[in-house]
């Protein structure tokens, strides 16, 4: 089944620790999206990637990178520049942006706890 | 800036009934708004969306109406039941692109038996 998986499902981090948060989608999208999910918020979003090679930053990117070398996959880095980086990550993809709506399929997300 | 407010953090109704949760919006003039479910630990589903332009949307047992004058979407679950339990978020798209999609907090449904 065409989808997008997000691993580690859980992942603990030490203070002063980057992590890597992989994304890979079989759904051959052309557009990837990092958000995070915080309890009482919204999905805010912290990167996107409509085309290999190429990213954006969202809303609150500081103290998170990410890179796009396939289109297959969109690793997140929290670094330790990000001062508060416990939080439920979903990745997410489109289709083709700008054809229609925007409707997002996400994979199952990682919970990151600091330690 | 854009604010959407999703009416209620929880709301808990009786199998059988017709759950309707709210999301309100300011400062944005969007082409679609959307609705997810979110299950405990997963990430959100898409389950339908209304343009803007359409006043009323059916899929199975679910009925969204969107009003643009209110800055106002409803979304309705008739016959509900247990399974319905989830967290339900509604987005608004203006169609430039997925970074100008602004998701709701959220509203948490439970279906009591």
Known sequence: DGGITQSPKYLFRKEGQNVTL????????????????DPGQGLRLIYYSQIVNDFQKGDIA????????????????????????TAFYLCASISRVGVGANVLTFGAGSRLTVL | ??????????????????????????????????????????GPVFLLLIRENEKE???????????????????????SQPADSATYLCALDSLTGANNLFFGTGTRLTVIP
């Open chain 1, 22 to 37: 992989s994304c890979e989608q079989n759904l051959n999208h052309d557009a990837m999206y990092w958000y995070r999910q």
């Open chain 1, 62 to 85: 500081e103290g998170y990178s990410v890179s796009r070398e396939k289109k297959e996959s969109f690793p997140l880095t929290v670094t330790s520049a990000q001062k508060n980086p």
């Open chain 2, 1 to 42: 800036s854009q604010k959407i407010e999703q009416n209620s953090e929880a709301l808990n109704i009786q199998e059988g009934k017709t759950a309707t949760l709210t999301c309100n919006y300011t400062n944005y003039s969007p082409a679609y708004l959307q609705w997810y479910r979110q299950d405990p630990g997963r």
């Open chain 2, 57 to 79: 949307k059916r899929k199975e047992r679910l009925k969204v109406t969107f009003d643009t004058t209110l800055k106002q979407s409803l979304f309705h679950i008739t016959a």
